[in-house]
């Protein structure tokens, strides 16, 4: 997966999620084996970022953060992958401002919510809190 020491790719998304599925899925190995490694591009393709994760208690990934929409700026991200690795879903949220939406931290409930803690850009007021719950 690396190639002297350095990711092949230069995508943020791509480091963030090599690094934290590292941590949540640990190797007895080396640090270069993984289960599996998963990266994100959305369809502006550009600036897409992971800030939180969680893992559910049957082994689901969540990873929130932001990903970059053409004339929306970032919009809240939260993913959802399978134990195995594949994308189960994922959900997407625009502000009434259409700017620097994003997730920051995200938290499963033992009844399967999912929390996302975030900022939300209202015009003139620069960012508030953000909070959304997902069943």
């Not at 080396?30 to 599996?36: D, G, I, L, P």
């Not at 939260?78 to 939406?101: E, F, I, Q, R």
Request: hydrophobic share 45%; with cysteine; charged share 15%.
């Amino acid at each position: 997966m690396e190639t002297g020491g350095r990711f092949p790719s230069s995508s943020f998304m791509t480091i963030w999620l090599c690094f934290i599925l590292q941590a949540a899925l640990p190797v007895a190995a080396h640090a270069e084996a993984f289960h599996w490694m998963r990266t994100y591009s959305g369809a502006a393709n550009r600036g897409d970022q992971g800030h939180g994760m969680a893992v559910a208690a049957d082994g689901s990934v969540f990873v929130t953060g932001a990903t970059h929409v053409a004339g929306q700026s970032h919009n809240l991200l939260l993913l959802k992958y399978s134990p195995g690795g594949s994308l189960l879903w994922m959900k997407t949220n625009n502000g009434a401002a259409n700017g620097g939406d994003r997730g920051v931290d995200v938290a499963v409930a033992a009844d399967g919510s999912v929390y996302v803690a975030g900022h939300t850009y209202v015009t003139g007021l620069s960012h508030d809190l953000l909070l959304r719950k997902y069943k």
